[in-house]
């Protein structure tokens, strides 16, 4: 499975490919950081960000894209640029049709290093050392896209099976209700 992990920002937008499936050892295709002007206008900022986002996606051909999922923080106008950088991250997606996952940060954290609470130098040095790069990769953006990749290698297995194990779970539910509907039916075209 290819993977592209994008770790969104307004001004640095971490991108990260990796190939692989869970339990054999990961691939790093590529990595890199799509980077907008601080001083630029934000919507201007956000098509940047799509050009950027269109490029790796047309350079590497993922199987899916992993989000980081945005989560609050105390600088609001900072989780704003973070959401609509996240939201173009996942429109470039949707329109190839590619699937697309949100991750938190601690699942990623957790995956990758075992911690849901592990530093940034930690990540960074598991991912170094996941994909076997002589360093981890900088800024620390690029590291963050390229363990979204990983995480979601790893968790989209077990999240698909449980996945479909909920959805036979209600079509079983369905067919009972369906069931029982008929048979109050029948009783009621017997009296």
Same mark, same amino acid.
């Given at each position: 499975?290819? $993977?592209?992990?994008?770790?969104?920002?307004?001004?640095?937008?971490?991108?990260?490919?990796?190939?692989?499936?869970?339990?054999?050892?990961?691939?790093? *295709?590529?990595?890199?950081?799509?980077?907008?002007?601080?001083?630029?206008?934000?919507?201007?900022?956000? *098509?940047?960000?799509?050009?950027?986002?269109?490029?790796?996606?047309? =350079?590497?051909?993922?199987?899916? $894209?992993?989000?980081?999922?945005?989560?609050?923080?105390?600088?609001?106008?900072?989780?704003?640029? !973070?959401?609509?950088?996240?939201?173009?991250?996942?429109?470039? =997606?949707?329109?190839?049709?590619?699937?697309?996952?949100?991750?938190?940060?601690?699942?990623?954290?957790?995956? *990758?290093?075992?911690?849901?609470?592990?530093?940034?130098?930690?990540?960074? =040095?598991? $991912?170094?050392?996941?994909?076997?790069?002589?360093?981890?990769?900088?800024?620390?953006?690029?590291?963050? =896209?390229?363990?979204?990749?990983?995480?979601?290698?790893?968790?989209?297995?077990?999240?698909?099976?449980?996945?479909?194990?909920?959805?036979?779970?209600?079509?079983?539910?369905?067919?009972? *209700?369906?069931?029982?509907?008929?048979?109050?039916?029948?009783?009621? !075209?017997?009296?």
């Amino acid at each position: 499975m290819r $993977v592209l992990g994008i770790d969104p920002g307004l001004t640095r937008c971490g991108v990260g490919v990796v190939d692989g499936v869970a339990g054999r050892p990961l691939t790093m *295709v590529g990595v890199g950081v799509v980077r907008t002007p601080a001083e630029a206008e934000t919507h201007d900022r956000l *098509v940047l960000i799509e050009r950027g986002v269109e490029e790796w996606l047309d =350079a590497h051909r993922p199987e899916a $894209v992993a989000v980081e999922r945005v989560f609050s923080q105390h600088n609001v106008r900072t989780v704003m640029g !973070t959401a609509q950088a996240s939201a173009v991250a996942m429109l470039c =997606a949707a329109r190839r049709g590619l699937p697309v996952a949100l991750h938190t940060p601690s699942e990623v954290k957790a995956a *990758v290093t075992g911690s849901g609470r592990a530093e940034k130098a930690q990540v960074g =040095a598991m $991912v170094a050392r996941l994909l076997r790069l002589d360093a981890p990769p900088k800024p620390a953006d690029a590291a963050d =896209a390229l363990a979204l990749a990983i995480c979601h290698i790893w968790r989209a297995p077990a999240k698909n099976r449980l996945q479909q194990a909920h959805e036979a779970q209600k079509v079983q539910q369905t067919q009972k *209700v369906q069931q029982a509907m008929a048979a109050q039916r029948l009783k009621g !075209t017997r009296r």
